[in-house]
């Protein structure tokens, strides 16, 4: 069955310093979303692409948050400078067009920690 | 205002017994409803989804739901759980026009051997 692959599963930090987390969503999906989840909350979208163009960026935080997804395929979320409040699970998903564009399958998520 | 509401944080239930998860949502155009779940320190799985048609939907797992438009409700049903049912169980809503998946903050199912 065809995953969402996102790397690392585990990040420890320190604040101030950057940190990246990387998405290969499933081949052919066309939309790729970040989620973060903080600790006994829900997950709340940080961006959505539409192929590599943003069409919902509207609840991440700009100045030190940014999103790539360069060739419409894979895609890197970066922090910087990390702080303490970043720590979450860090959750992409991807959906495919037409009829399969609602189910969204999700990454197992980047776990991160700043100390 | 929420567009997802959960009610119960966390559900004990012994295992065999049946459980129910509660969902509400808030909208005034129609939606697609949602339950994932989550097992710990990993990302979510869908469970079931309502897109449209009959009301009564079945997911993985023995676990189904029903689409209560008078009630806006999608409550989340099993009518007997296992100790690997242990998880966080999110529902979460599409609005049509947003296109947006909220999820509500979820509820934690243990099971009592």
């Known amino acids: 069955e065809a995953e969402v692959a996102q790397s690392p599963r585990y990040k420890i930090t320190e604040k101030s310093q950057a940190v990246a987390f990387w998405c290969d969503p499933i081949s052919g999906h066309a939309t790729l979303y970040w989620y973060r989840q903080i600790l006994g909350q829900g997950p709340e979208l940080l961006v959505q692409?539409?192929?590599?163009?943003?069409?919902?960026d509207s609840q991440l935080p700009k100045d030190r948050f940014s999103a790539e997804r360069l060739k419409g395929v894979d895609s890197t979320l970066k922090i910087q400078p990390a702080e303490l409040g970043d720590s979450a699970m860090y959750l992409c998903a991807s959906s495919d067009r037409g009829v399969g564009a609602n189910v969204l399958t999700f990454g197992a998520g980047s776990r991160l920690t700043v100390l | 205002a929420q567009s997802v509401t959960q009610l119960d944080s966390q559900v004990p239930v012994f295992e065999e017994a049946p459980v129910e998860l509660r969902c509400n949502y808030s909208?005034?155009?129609?939606?697609?409803l949602f339950w994932y779940v989550q097992y710990p320190n990993q990302g979510l799985q869908l469970l079931l989804k309502?897109?449209?048609?009959?009301?009564l939907v079945k997911g993985i797992n023995g676990f189904e739901a029903e689409f209560n438009k008078s009630q806006t409700s999608f409550h989340l049903r099993k009518p007997s759980v296992h100790i690997s049912d242990t998880a966080e169980y999110f529902c979460a809503v599409i609005k049509f026009g947003n296109e947006k998946l909220t999820f509500g903050t979820g509820t934690r199912l243990t099971i009592i051997p």
């Open positions: 309502y897109l449209s048609g009959s009301t």
């Open positions: 909208s005034s155009v129609s939606v697609y």
């Open positions: 692409f539409q192929d590599e163009s943003v069409v919902d």
